[in-house]
């Protein structure tokens, strides 16, 4: 191969190895999160810990690490659906279960009252998640990028899997007449949620209503009607 071609595998090597990734790979076992390092100690300036410094959180000493720190309880209680959307988000993520940390995965429990309990358009910026409804009815989509805005959409029953790729905004929408409840994996052990409507209407300061009034073609004044109500958090 000439240089040429050896930068352009190189390149396309690089690409791959990038598009593959998740959250980064751990060069460890694990990393055991931990938010200040607890046998830090500072002599004359210098500052000594067994600790390490790894993607946003410091890893506990492994010697000290053990069987709590890769496990959480209570993912059998039903989250409290009485609420506007009529959902309740459980996370099991890196901030619950320190184990995570560095490892890519995470998981969330969620609750979806009867009637029309509804987990908002959001998204997950750093993570795909795959939901398998254990009970209920759930009528699921996603919408593709720019320009399609292709909706891909489906009624799941118990049992059944649906993915949600990374980044795009997605939806379950509770049409049973019974509660639903559905478990998600996340390819992120610390995903991040933006829900549309709390991103758009909701954001603190608020979006300039010029800004918004013609970004969705309404009156100015339905801008400040959404922007005066409250935008229910889920996680
Ligand atoms: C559920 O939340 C509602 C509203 O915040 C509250 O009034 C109610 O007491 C809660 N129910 C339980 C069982 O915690």
Same mark, same amino acid.
């Given at each position: 191969m000439d240089t040429t071609h050896?930068? /352009? =595998?190189?390149?396309?090597?690089?690409v791959t190895s990038f598009v593959l990734a998740a959250d980064p790979s751990p060069l460890q076992d694990f990393c055991v999160a931990i938010d200040e390092p607890h046998d830090a100690c500072i002599t004359s300036n210098l500052y000594y810990?067994?600790?390490?410094f790894v993607n946003g959180k410091f890893c506990k000493n492994p010697v000290l690490v053990v069987a709590e720190d890769f496990t959480l309880g209570g993912l059998n209680i039903p989250g409290n659906t009485s609420n506007q959307l009529g959902?309740?988000? &459980?996370?099991? &993520? *890196?901030?619950?279960? !320190?184990?995570? @940390?560095t490892l890519g995965i995470s998981? *969330?429990? /969620?609750?979806?009252?009867?009637y029309g309990g509804?987990?908002? !358009?959001? &998204?997950?910026p750093r993570a795909t998640e795959a939901l398998v409804v254990l009970e209920g009815t759930l009528y699921v989509g996603f919408v593709t990028s720019n320009p399609e805005n292709r909706l891909i959409s489906k009624v799941l029953y118990e049992g059944d899997v649906f993915v949600f790729p990374q980044g795009l905004i997605h939806f379950q929408f509770n049409i049973g007449k019974t509660k639903? =409840?559905?478990?998600?994996?996340?390819?992120?052990? @610390? !995903?991040? =949620? /933006?829900?549309?409507?709390?991103? =758009?209407?909701?954001?603190? !300061?608020p979006i300039s209503d010029d800004v918004l009034a013609k970004a969705f073609q309404i009156d100015k004044k339905l801008v400040d009607y959404l922007q005066a109500q409250f935008w229910t958090k889920t996680n």
């Open positions: 050896q930068l /352009i =595998v190189l390149i396309l090597f690089a810990s067994d600790s390490m959902v309740f988000v &459980t996370p099991a &993520t *890196v901030a619950q279960l !320190p184990g995570l @940390n998981l *969330v429990r /969620i609750d979806y009252a009867p509804l987990n908002p !358009p959001h &998204t997950h639903a =409840v559905a478990f998600a994996g996340l390819g992120s052990q @610390n !995903p991040g =949620v /933006i829900t549309i409507a709390n991103a =758009v209407f909701g954001s603190n !300061p």
